[in-house]
């Protein structure tokens, strides 16, 4: 089902002239134990231009890591969707900013039991994108997800991909 859901957002993303991009990404996650995790993850942009320098875009991505302190295996997947703000530098590259909402989906496995804690709320973050060519930007960008008390207080990331113009 979501990956039919998917396959219908990209479609029609690319028939109204957005983007896609896909980022490889280092996860920061903060937790009650006063532990950070660093999970790798990946994670799938869609975007599409709604003014001159103002796009709307959301996110869906997520990580893992095993053997952490208290768990055999914690996972986050998370979800935002973000107004997305440029400032040209130069020709070819622009600085951005961007702000919205998330929701981040943790789950821990602990003698093959699995517990789960979801948290949402504002999101932002910045970053830049580098032109390749007409249809390929590179970006890289910090995006804090979700910071709230509990079990695990905050999900950020650092991003680094690339965007397919249609």
């Known amino acids: 089902m979501l990956t039919l859901l998917a396959g219908l957002a990209v479609s029609g993303v690319a028939q109204a002239g957005g983007y896609i991009g896909l980022d490889g ?33 959301l996110h869906l991505g997520g990580g893992s890591e095993s053997q952490t302190t208290a768990a055999d295996r914690l996972t986050a997947v998370y979800m935002g969707a973000f107004v997305k703000g440029y400032l040209p530098v130069g020709r070819h590259s622009a600085f951005y900013v961007l702000g919205g909402l998330s929701a981040v989906d943790y789950t821990q496995t602990i003698d093959r039991r699995d517990f789960s804690d979801e948290r949402s709320g504002f999101s932002y973050g910045f970053g830049l994108e580098t032109e390749l060519s007409r249809r390929l930007d590179l970006s890289a960008d910090y995006v804090r997800y979700v910071s709230d008390d509990g079990p695990f207080s905050e999900l950020s990331s650092v991003s680094l991909g690339v965007k397919l113009y249609f």
């Open 25 to 57: 990404s280092s996860l920061n996650i903060e937790s009650d134990l006063d532990d950070e995790l660093n999970p790798g993850g990946i994670r799938l942009r869609l975007g599409m231009p709604v003014a001159p320098m103002l796009d709307v875009e």
